[in-house]
């Protein structure tokens, strides 16, 4: 079992950055493919990113690619994604989620079996 922790999350202003975390305990964290979601109030919950358990290969929503960038440190347990030249639609609660999926399917919600707490993202204009 996988327990997920975000951090990182703040108010900025249009154009500005931040860099979430998402810390994992259990030593299987290895095994997990990572992936980063985000839901607006109001709105269901969407795919950000994914990187896959054992490579660089990671995958981005059109909506953030070139912006956003995925990493991973499996030594650290730790995945992050930096957040630059962020858009008042980028304001959301941002969530890590871990399990094992098929590249078709990375950016379903149902692919995942762990997800952490969430940590909120507000981008002003």
Known sequence: QVQLV???GGLVQ?????????????????????GWFRQAPGKEREYVAARRRSSDLTWYADSVKGRFTFSRDNAKNTVWLQMDSLKPEDTAVYYCAAGVVGDRDAYR??????????TQ???SS
Not at 109 to 118: E, H, I, P, R, V
């Open 6 to 8: 975000e951090s990182g």
């Open 14 to 34: 249009a154009g500005g950055s931040l860099r979430l975390s998402c810390a994992a305990s259990g030593r299987t964290f290895s095994m997990y493919d990572m």
């Open 109 to 118: 919600t149902t692919s995942y079996d762990y997800w952490g707490q969430g």
């Open 121 to 123: 993202v507000t981008v």
